[in-house]
Structures are given as structure tokens and as C-alpha cells.
């Protein structure tokens, strides 16, 4: 080898590129062991008969085909009924969009009350902050506290003793109101994210817009259309779009207000049931393939719209 | 098409006194331009105009109406911003036909405008595109587009073309000033550029510290500034100010400091003088060198600047800096003890204590 010369082996890129393996290396190991490998193991589940009979050997677990996709779709838990019983992919759905749509705007409602400078909004801003950051555990119970079906239940006392209503309820017990809470309940845990994101954006609009805005005649309805409406177009899909996927996948909330009872079974808690109540694992895992193929779409729609705008 | 007039207009923020009681007149269709240093009100008085900041006190007027409490969408004026302020997810149509819409105008009629204003601009080619695919050019004609279209009764410009390159500085003033020779819009223009100024203006408003100093045409201010500031300010290379003591003898005021003793005959013009003024003399009122002769500045060269068309002496006069601008067809020595004749005709004189003229 001539002086001077290097080997690859010696070239600083070589050496560089070892490196950059070498530190990504744990992380990449990390993301193999718990997401990648459960993932594909999860899939092979999906489609062999596991049970809690075969479990300590499940790697010889009988190949059933789509049996358990059958299975899945034809379930009175997951199949859509009628109006009274949706069923978890109908519900799911409705759930999902609609504590969504509320989330981001009541996010954007608070974002514009805390982008105008008054006494106290630093306060305010951290009061509003509170839902989002407790822990779930602890505010679930409150709500489930204050909608006790019981005479003592909080809200249950307050409307007796006001005399609206003659006996207690089980708010989260009824069909309908159950959703319904769970979906006010969500949009309560995580409208600040949402605002957030929006204040963030909502701060960054150049003044001056406003400015000529007056000038060309536009009053405060026009200013908010044309304007600040315009201009939070992009981080108000975004917000949509990464809140539906994350509570699409959402599991915790609904389990700890009703259980997925009362018309509020999803599919996220329907495959908790599925694999840990009737200890279904070839049918659990046939649930969540089919939950993961609709967050895909949601994906997809992400990337190609959020991702890819210039704006 | 309407006056403005500002009386007595103040503007606090706070404690600190922005604008301090300012009386401005522009003309039915004149072009005024306010002209100061950073932090001299000069915006502000814009602003206040335009609506966009409240009067403290005092009344501003637009075509005889005081509009002190009428928002800027109901003041019928058009304004240009600093940094174009466009739209940015409308293309330049809907940029342009904004205000049009709003204003209710019918559809076909905003098509015509827009075309109108386009075409007069050069920007028809522009009509469908965003604002972000525009040359800092193109957005600076699309701005006044906006304004233009409107038809407003005065047209406010805040520093326009602070963000352009200077060449497309040169081209762009020259076209609004064939604009408003088109259009004669009462207009109010803030700079703090004083070439800009004097090439634009009918009348300028010198600024400083939320003060008028002076309001004239841009000749007037250059040949009889009301003040050293004044005389300062415009005029580039700005004007040489040497400290001096004055007497008066036999009519005659003369004039001694260190490097020069002038003698003026004072031809009743000035009864009587501080012992401490200022001298202050242009750099194209120099002319030299010259060998001998009465009433001369001897000064030592530091630096030349020949720019071809003329040639700038940087020379040190008693411890104070002089420029001169003098015949670039001559070959002056850095270092080298030369003498300049400045014409005496338009020597300007200053009171050291109050900045006031007093020649």
C-alpha cells in the first residue's frame, strides 16, 4: 500500500458510518424486541388457534387460516347490529371522530382566549394544562366519582338537592349518555394538546396580516375566516389527524370510566377482551390486526396530506 | 381624494411620548413624506392615521372628518407595509380583490380592477401565483396592487421599499412616483431614507423625538433648513459642521475657528450673535484645492473616494471631520495640507446652543 493511501477499513466515512451504527445500535435493538417482533409475532397469532390450552406451546399452535377474522367480524361485540347495538367497529368510529373533532375545537376556542394578553392568563394557561397532564388513572376516577350512580355520587346529590331530578341515575350505566360522556370526557383530557399545538401556531402569525386586513375592511368575523382561520389550516388537520390515530388506539380511557360497557365497547378494549377475558389469543390478535388496518388508512391520509404540504 | 390634517396629535405608550402634539396639513393629492431616524414618531403618526394605533389627544382628520374614533376599515385609505403584509395562502388576485370583496363590489367589476391595476403594475403574468413564489419585487408591486385597486381617498406607505435591494430601491421609486403622478392620491409616505424623501415628496416632514423640526418642500429644507438637525439630516454626504466663535465688526460677521477665519459681510442679514455657533457647510459647496486667497478652510486629507462622476475628500479640519465633493479630474494626496474655498453664498449657520439657524 502506498503512504498515504488509506484503507476503507481506515477512510474516515468508514469509521463515521461504524460509528452511527454502533450508537444506533441499542435503540434499533430496543424497537426490534418490543415493537417490531411483537408486531410480526402478533400477526403469525393471528391467523394459528392460541388459547390459554396451547399457551406454553404456542409455537405449535394449529394454522387456521382467516378463521379467526371470520370469527372477529361475525362477533355481536364487533358487528354492527342495530341503532341499539353498535357493535366495537361502528363505535369505534363514531367515538373516535367525534372526541376528535370536539378536542381540536375546544383547543382552538382556549388557544384564542389564551393568545389575547390579560390578567392571569399565565395562571389560566396552567390551569388548562391540568387535564392533559394528570394521570389518567386518578382524573378517570374523579369523573367516575362525581357520576357515581349512587346518591352519593356528586353530580347525583348536587341535581337531587337542587330537585332536577327525583332519584339518582347511573350516568355511565345508560346507553348513549355512557358514549356520550366518555366522548366529552376525552375531548376534556385532551384539548389542551390541541391548544398547544394551535397557541404555538396562533403566536407565529405575522401581526401585520391583521393590520392590513383592517385596512382592506375586514371586521373581526372576516379577520378570523380569512386570516387566522387560514393560516392554522395545516396545524388544525395535523392536530385531526394525530389525535384520531391516537385515540383510534386508545385503550386506557375507556376502560377506566365504563369498562367498554353501555355501549362504549371499542375496539381497542375488545381486544383486551378478546385475548385476557375469554383468553381468545388467535381472535384478540385478529381484532387488533383489523384495528391496525384501519389506523393505517388514518396513516396514510396523514402522511400524504400533513407530511407532504409545503405550507 | 381628501386632506389630511393631523392637530396637536399625541400619542403616549405608556409614559414614554411617542408623537408629541404634532399639526401636519398634506394637501388634497400631495405627496408628503415623513422622514427621521429610527424612533422618531414618524410610524406612529402613520399608524395613527391609518387607524391602526388610537390618538392620545389632539384630532386627526381625513377630507374634513375627524376619524379619531372610526376603525381603519371605515376610513377609506390604503395602506403598504413594511413587509408587504400579503395574504399568504391567497394568490394575487385574491390579494389584490380582498377589500373588493369585502367592499361588496360586484364580481365583474373586482375582474377589472384587478386587470387594471395588474397591467399598470406589470404583474398580470403574477395573477394566479402565491405570494411565496414572488420576487421581493413582484410582492412590493402586488402590496401596492392592494392598495391601488381600492380606489382609496389616501394612500399611507410605511417604508415600502426598506426590503428591497438597491437597485430594484431606484427602479421602484421611480415607478410610484409615476404612479402617483397617474393616480394624484393623497398620500403619506414614511421613510427614514432621506434620499427616498427628497426624490418622492412634495412636502417632507422632518422628524425627530416625536417632533416636527420642519415642513417644507425638499428644496426648501435643503437651502433653508430650519435647524442643525434639519441640516443634517438631509443632504448626503451630510453637511460639515464646524464649531467657530462670531463677532461682529463693521457689518462685517467674522467667523474663526481652528483652520479658517471667514469674514461675511453681513449685509444687515444678522444684527447680532452668539459668541459659540456652528458653521455649517455643504460638501458640494467646497471647491479646491486651491493655493491662495481669503476666507479659506485648510485641512489635512485623510481618505479619497473617487466615484468617477465626483471625488470625495474625507479631511480633518481642527479635529473635526470634512467632506468635501470636489472635481474628480484632479489627483489630491492623502496626507497632504490642502485648502478648500467654500462658497460663501450658501453658508449656513447655527446657534451651538439651540441648533437653531441663524444664516
Redesign the interface.
Same mark, same amino acid.
Request: no cysteine; charged share 25%.
Given at each position: 500500500m502506498k503512504r498515504g493511501q488509506l484503507s476503507r477499513w481506515d477512510s474516515l466515512e468508514a469509521r463515521e458510518s461504524r460509528l452511527a451504527w454502533l450508537l444506533t445500535s441499542p435503540t434499533a435493538l430496543i424497537v426490534f424486541g418490543l415493537i417490531i417482533f411483537p408486531a410480526i409475532f402478533s400477526i403469525w397469532i393471528s391467523f394459528h388457534d392460541v388459547t390459554l390450552r396451547n399457551l406454553n406451546d404456542v409455537f405449535h399452535a394449529p394454522f387456521v387460516g382467516w378463521k379467526n377474522y371470520v370469527r372477529v367480524v361475525n362477533d355481536f361485540a364487533f358487528k354492527f347490529q342495530n341503532f341499539r347495538q353498535w357493535g366495537a367497529a361502528v363505535t369505534s368510529v363514531v367515538y373516535s371522530f367525534a372526541s376528535t373533532f370536539l378536542t381540536v375545537l375546544i383547543g382552538l376556542l382556549a388557544a384564542l382566549l389564551l393568545n389575547k394578553p390579560f390578567r392571569g392568563r399565565g395562571a389560566t394557561r396552567a390551569i388548562f394544562l391540568f387535564p392533559y397532564v394528570a394521570p389518567i388513572v386518578s382524573v378517570a376516577f374523579v369523573w367516575r366519582w362525581i357520576l357515581d350512580p349512587r346518591p352519593s355520587g356528586v353530580l347525583n346529590d348536587v341535581l337531587m338537592r337542587l330537585g332536577l331530578i327525583g332519584a339518582p341515575k347511573a350516568y355511565l350505566a345508560t346507553r348513549g349518555l355512557a358514549l356520550l360522556i366518555v366522548i366529552v370526557f376525552e375531548a376534556w383530557r385532551y384539548f389542551p394538546f390541541a391548544m398547544l399545538m394551535i397557541l404555538a401556531r396562533l403566536q407565529a402569525i =405575522?401581526k401585520?396580516?391583521y393590520? @392590513? @386586513?383592517?385596512? =382592506?375592511? @375586514?371586521?373581526g368575523w372576516?379577520k378570523f375566516r380569512?386570516?387566522t382561520l387560514?393560516?392554522l389550516?395545516y396545524v388544525l388537520g395535523a392536530v385531526f389527524l394525530l389525535r384520531l390515530i391516537w385515540t383510534f388506539n386508545k385503550f386506557d380511557d375507556i376502560f377506566l370510566l365504563t369498562g367498554g360497557g353501555f355501549g362504549t365497547n371499542v375496539l381497542p378494549v375488545l381486544t383486551y377482551q378478546f385475548s385476557f377475558g375469554a383468553y381468545n389469543f388467535g381472535k384478540g390478535a385478529a381484532n387488533a390486526m383489523i384495528l391496525l388496518s384501519i389506523l393505517l388508512v388514518f396513516l396514510l391520509v396523514y402522511v400524504r396530506t400533513v407530511m407532504r404540504s409545503t =405550507? | 381624494m381628501a386632506e389630511v390634517v393631523l392637530e396637536k396629535v399625541m400619542k403616549k405608550f405608556g409614559d414614554f411620548v411617542a408623537v408629541k402634539g404634532i399639526d401636519l396639513k398634506v394637501d388634497d393629492g400631495a405627496f408628503t413624506v415623513l422622514v427621521g431616524p429610527s424612533g422618531c414618531g414618524k410610524t406612529t403618526t402613520l399608524r395613527m392615521i391609518?387607524? /391602526?394605533e388610537e390618538v392620545t389627544s389632539g384630532e386627526v382628520k381625513i377630507g374634513e372628518k375627524v376619524v379619531n374614533r372610526v376603525?381603519?376599515?371605515d376610513r377609506d385609505?390604503?395602506?403598504v407595509?413594511q413587509?408587504y403584509? +400579503?395574504?399568504?395562502?391567497?394568490d394575487v388576485y385574491n390579494n389584490m380583490a380582498?377589500?373588493l370583496k /369585502?367592499?361588496k363590489i360586484p364580481k365583474k367589476e373586482i375582474e377589472e380592477r384587478v386587470h387594471a391595476a395588474a397591467s399598470l403594475l406589470g404583474i398580470e403574468g403574477k395573477l394566479k401565483s402565491k405570494p411565496r413564489e414572488l420576487s421581493g419585487g413582484q410582492r412590493q408591486r402586488v402590496a401596492v396592487g392592494?392598495a391601488i385597486v381600492?380606489n382609496p381617498k389616501v394612500f +399611507?406607505f410605511d417604508e415600502p421599499l426598506s426590503n428591497l435591494d438597491a437597485k430594484l430601491r431606484v427602479q421602484m421609486r421611480t415607478e410610484l412616483e409615476q404612479l402617483h403622478h397617474k393616480l394624484q392620491t393623497t398620500t403619506v409616505y414614511v421613510t427614514h431614507d432621506q434620499v427616498e424623501a427628497m426624490t418622492l415628496g412634495s412636502k417632507i416632514a422632518v422628524m425627530r423625538d416625536g417632533v416636527i423640526h420642519q415642513y417644507a418642500s425638499p428644496q426648501e429644507t435643503y437651502d433653508h433648513p430650519s435647524n442643525q438637525f434639519v441640516a443634517g439630516f438631509i443632504g448626503s454626504p451630510a453637511m460639515n459642521f464646524l464649531p467657530a466663535r462670531a463677532t461682529l465688526s463693521n457689518g462685517n460677521l467674522i467667523l474663526t475657528g481652528e483652520g479658517f477665519t471667514i469674514t461675511l459681510p453681513s449685509n444687515g442679514r444678522i444684527d447680532t450673535v452668539p459668541e459659540q455657533v456652528v458653521l455649517g457647510i455643504r460638501p458640494e459647496d467646497l471647491t479646491g484645492p486651491v493655493s491662495e486667497g481669503e476666507n479659506l478652510l485648510q485641512v489635512k486629507v485623510k481618505v479619497t473616494e473617487p466615484l468617477g462622476n465626483e471625488l470625495l475628500v474625507y479631511a480633518d479640519c481642527g479635529g473635526e471631520q470634512v467632506v468635501a465633493n470636489l472635481d474628480p479630474h484632479q489627483h489630491v494626496e492623502i496626507d497632504s495640507t490642502i485648502k478648500l474655498s467654500p462658497n460663501l453664498n450658501t453658508l449656513h449657520l447655527f446657534d451651538k446652543e439651540s441648533e437653531a439657524t441663524l444664516l
Open positions: =405575522d401585520t396580516l393590520e @392590513a @386586513a383592517s385596512v =382592506d375592511g @375586514a371586521g372576516h380569512f386570516i387560514s393560516e389550516r =405550507d | 391609518a387607524g /391602526l376603525p381603519p376599515k385609505i390604503a395602506m407595509f413587509n403584509a +400579503l395574504y399568504p395562502h391567497m380582498f377589500g /369585502l367592499r392592494r381600492r +399611507l
